[in-house]
């Protein structure tokens, strides 16, 4: 009798932790939409930051952690990112914890994660992708920036979302959008910051339409985007080009749907049943302030001012040293200012030579994407 009660309780306890209850999530942001999901993971003891990544077929981990953790690889590996196919040893993680939910069995591969975070690698020390999403629903709420992962049998959406169709490319998830009416197939990638990214097999050239961005990219805004019940307007376009993931998304997906196209709704993620829950209605994307600030040392400079926006308007100019952002002295991380813009619908500088203080209106401004 002992031994039943014992395995009963411990079959609760189980039950318990099979569900993480709500964990706050944070935004990483490097640019004036969209962002980065980060979350709060405990591994082998250590609690550090993560992201949370659709995109990424595999979990990966930085190296200074996996050594820390003392992880021996068991080969390379080879795994799909929104900027290509990455390599690194494998490893298996330590029991992993979000909130109360604990998992073990999970694998990473160690790889320096500013190869394909970039900056936003700073302070992070690892990603959680496919393989974590894949064991148990999640459900994100990009308004009030939580999640809760767990186990869940239910048929059917929770009230308050309607359910979409989603398969899978490469175990990634892919969903079919309209466009002005015009269905397209893109991977949905929570760890991509940006609306829609456009992957193109040649770069532009000065017909194609939209602003010019450096790498030979285009901006331009699609006016109306669908998904299920769900609506976008004012959705920037990111025009890439990138021959080898094309070549590598064939006719599986046009591109890449960013947090800028998933911020302010509920979500919800089920890709062991090949399902995608969205919250109905019409939601507005917000628009920019036409800038792109670069760190030179210790000082902030705009590398560039986009045409039509409203720095242009403002008379800011490509070079011009910044002294102040939304507040904070320039010295602060690019992180830490992009930070405060966040739900900010207007940017107060001071810039230039002599200082000039100027407050910028977010608007669109991007020609219309053909």
């Not at 952690?65 to 795994?79: D, F, N």
Request: aromatic content about 4%; overall charge neutral; charged content about 20%.
């Amino acid at each position: 009798m002992r031994r039943l009660l014992a395995a009963a309780l411990l079959s609760v306890a189980a039950a318990a932790c099979a569900d993480s209850g709500a964990v706050p999530l944070q935004r990483i942001a490097l640019g004036e939409l969209g962002g980065w999901i980060a979350l709060e993971a405990s591994v082998g003891g250590h609690t550090g930051r993560w992201l949370l990544d659709s995109g990424a077929s595999r979990n990966l981990v930085a190296p200074a952690l996996a050594q820390r953790l003392g992880l021996a690889s068991s080969g390379s590996v080879r795994a799909d990112t929104p900027l290509g196919v990455v390599q690194g040893g494998e490893v298996e993680l330590p029991a992993l914890k979000v909130g109360a939910l604990e998992r073990s069995g999970q694998h990473a591969l160690v790889i320096e994660l500013a190869r394909v975070l970039g900056a936003a690698a700073e302070g992070v020390d690892g990603v959680l992708g496919v393989p974590w999403l894949a064991q148990a629903p999640a459900e994100i709420d990009l308004r009030a920036w939580t999640a809760r992962f767990g186990l869940d049998d239910a048929a059917h959406c929770p009230d308050g979302l309607d359910g979409v169709a989603l398969t899978r490319f490469r175990t990634l998830p892919v969903v079919t959008l309209s466009l002005s009416g015009r269905p397209e197939r893109y991977v949905l990638d929570s760890g991509n910051p940006a609306g829609l990214i456009r992957i193109e097999a040649e770069a532009a050239d000065a017909a194609t339409p939209g602003i010019a961005l450096p790498g030979d990219q285009r901006l331009t805004v699609q006016r109306d985007v669908a998904l299920g019940a769900q609506r976008r307007s004012d959705v920037p376009v990111l025009r890439v080009a990138a021959p080898a993931l094309q070549r590598a998304l064939g006719d599986a997906a046009r591109g890449l749907a960013g947090t800028a196209l998933m911020d302010g709704a509920r979500w919800r993620f089920d890709l062991a049943r090949e399902r995608l829950c969205v919250e109905p209605g019409r939601f507005a994307t917000p628009g920019g302030f036409g800038l792109v600030p670069e760190r030179n040392g210790e000082a902030l400079r705009v590398q560039q001012v986009l045409p039509g926006g409203p720095a242009e308007r403002a008379g800011l100019r490509a070079g011009e040293a910044i002294h102040q952002w939304a507040g904070l002295p320039a010295s602060r991380t690019l992180a830490e200012l992009w930070q405060a813009l966040q739900g900010q619908d207007e940017l107060a500088l001071v810039a230039g030579e002599p200082p000039r203080a100027l407050r910028l209106q977010r608007a669109i401004f991007a020609p219309a994407a053909p």
